[in-house]
Each structure stands twice: as structure tokens, then as C-alpha cells.
């Protein structure tokens, strides 16, 4: 049996003001480093606009939520299933028309 250990491997990603430890699949290094970049990113862009005026525990909170909202636009832009069911038709009118 293969060791999972051996897939894994430790990284130390810094995000905002804070530096993680974390225990990831190999293949996925990129994945996370580009994203604490990008919380990294939304989370300084909101600083600079609402520091002094939003608390830091409100800042993190709209940064999440940024997040999300990119996520949700991004997984309704990839839904398949209008094309599936065009695919399904056309499939079925062609499969009438070969017999």
C-alpha cells in the first residue's frame, strides 16, 4: 500500500496578516498558492479602502464574501445542462433520422 504522506506535502502560504501551515495534495500546490494570493489580494483592496472605518473582523467578511460572489458567478456561467438537454434532442431527432 502506497503511503498518503508521500502525496502530501507542507507549505507555508501567507495570507493578509497571517502565515498558515498547511498539509495539501501535491498536484494542488498551485491552486493553493493562487488562491491566498487572491484572498490576499480582495482582503489589502478592502483595507485600503475601510481601514479606520470598519472593524478588521468586517474587512475579512466583506473579503469572504467577494469570494463567494466570484464563485457563484463563475459555477452559474459553467452550467451544463441547457447544452445537455440541446445535445440529448439533437441526438435522438439523429438517431429517428438513421432508422
Known sequence: MVDQTQDKL???????????????????EEYYRKSAKLIDDIVNSYTKIFKGRKSDKEILYMALLDVALRYEKEEGKNDTQPYNEILEKLTAEIEDALK
Not at 501567507?14 to 501551515?21: A, E, G
Open 10 to 28: 507542507q507549505i507555508r502560504l501567507h495570507v493578509y496578516d497571517t502565515d498558515l501551515s498547511v498539509r495539501i495534495p501535491r498536484e494542488d
